[in-house]
């Protein structure tokens, strides 16, 4: 069985900065792409940032480039969110999720709140 | 890249069949055969019901069903049951983008 698991949430002040990890079982995950994405309290989801499996490809969502960054490390099957100058948008459920390819999301963990308040 | 189109909500009795739309433009849904549509129930991380346009993962009943025409695409839900009632969202490979999301109530 599939398993991801995240950790790391929290509050923290405007400015701030938090790491998120997400930690992976009954996969090859050093084969997968994984996403993060992002749900605002009583909004949709909204697609953060992706690493492929040989630890160089990555993408970012506009809003977030420049603030967040994402890595992974295949031997520890986990992948992690480094998020920096956090604003309160920034609030909301983040989800790691696999990506079985195309933008095909089939795992997705439980979530970790990031919560951005003074 | 904006957000996919969605009803805010849709409504059916028990047994009945709901349709929901996703409207995109020729840069994701008109342009891919990579179109999801993900199930979240309050509280829980979003589940994939649909993949490529119309296919189901495993485990996933047959009521739900997929289809695409131009920039358009739409989840069918028939014979609806009490837990079906859900926030639906759609997806395209294409600005990894998500859908507005659709409340899908079973009266």
């Known amino acids: 069985e599939v398993q991801l698991v995240e950790s790391g949430g929290g509050l923290v002040q405007p400015g701030g900065s938090l790491r998120l990890s997400c930690t992976a079982s009954?996969?090859?995950?050093?084969?997968?792409?994984i996403n993060w994405v992002r749900q605002a309290p009583g909004k949709g989801p909204e697609w953060v940032a992706a690493m492929g499996p040989d630890e160089i490809e990555k993408g970012y969502v506009d809003s977030v480039r420049g603030r967040f960054t994402i890595s992974r490390d295949n031997a520890k099957n986990s992948l992690y969110l480094q998020m920096d100058s956090l604003r309160a948008d920034d609030t909301g459920i983040y989800y790691c999720a696999r990506d079985r390819g195309y933008f095909t999301l089939d795992h997705w963990g439980q979530g970790t709140l990031v919560t951005v308040s003074p | 890249q904006s957000a996919l189109t969605q009803p805010p909500s849709a409504s059916g009795s028990p047994g009945q069949s709901v349709t929901i739309s996703c409207t995109g433009t020729s840069s994701d849904i008109g342009g891919s055969e990579y179109v999801s549509w993900y199930q979240q129930h309050p509280g829980k991380a979003p589940k994939l019901i649909i993949f490529?346009?119309?296919k189901r993962p495993s485990g996933v009943p047959d009521r739900f069903s997929g289809s695409k025409s131009g920039n358009t695409a739409s989840l069918t839900v028939s014979g609806l049951q009490a837990e079906d009632e859900a926030d639906y969202y759609c997806s395209s490979r294409g600005g990894n983008v998500f859908g507005t999301g659709t409340k899908v109530t079973v009266l």
């Open positions: 490529e346009v119309n």
């Open positions: 009954g996969l090859t995950f050093s084969s997968n792409w």
